[in-house]
Nanobody, 121 residues
Framework: QVQLVESGGGLVQPGGSLRLSCRVS????????MGWYRRAPGKQRELVAT???????NYADSVKGRFAISGDTGKETADLQMNSLKFEDTAVYYC???????????????WGQGTQVTVSS
């Protein structure tokens, strides 16, 4: 069974910084993509930042220049450094992984339980 274990998050003032971390618990054969999504109150879940096994990185336009994703599909970790946080960054942040648990299995999406980030003065 594959679980994504998240840490970090919390309450921060506008302009502040937070760091989210995610690691894989359990056995997984191959990771194609890993990263972070978020769901703000009353909105749909959206991509924040991801990276692929081929080192391609994607950022949402709203976080470019402020957030930085790091990690390694081989080490099965994904960190998100969030700087210059704004009120509109308030959301539940979810770690995401797309890959194969078994060599003969299908590719699936895996999600963490989510961690709350609140930007408030």
């Amino acid at each position: 069974q594959v679980q994504l274990v998240e840490s970090g998050g919390g309450l921060v003032q506008p302009g502040g910084s937070l760091r989210l971390s995610c690691r894989v618990s359990g056995s997984i054969f191959k990771i194609d993509e890993m990263g972070w999504y978020r769901r703000a109150p009353g909105k749909q879940r959206e991509l924040v930042a991801t990276f692929t096994s081929g080192d391609r990185i994607n950022y949402a336009d709203s976080v470019k220049g402020r957030f930085a994703i790091s990690g390694d599909t081989g080490k099965e970790t994904a960190d998100l450094q969030m700087n210059s946080l704004k009120f509109e960054d308030t959301a539940v942040y979810y770690c995401f992984l797309h890959g194969k648990r078994l060599p003969w299995g299908s590719e699936d999406d895996y999600w963490g339980q989510g961690t709350q980030v609140t930007v408030s003065s």
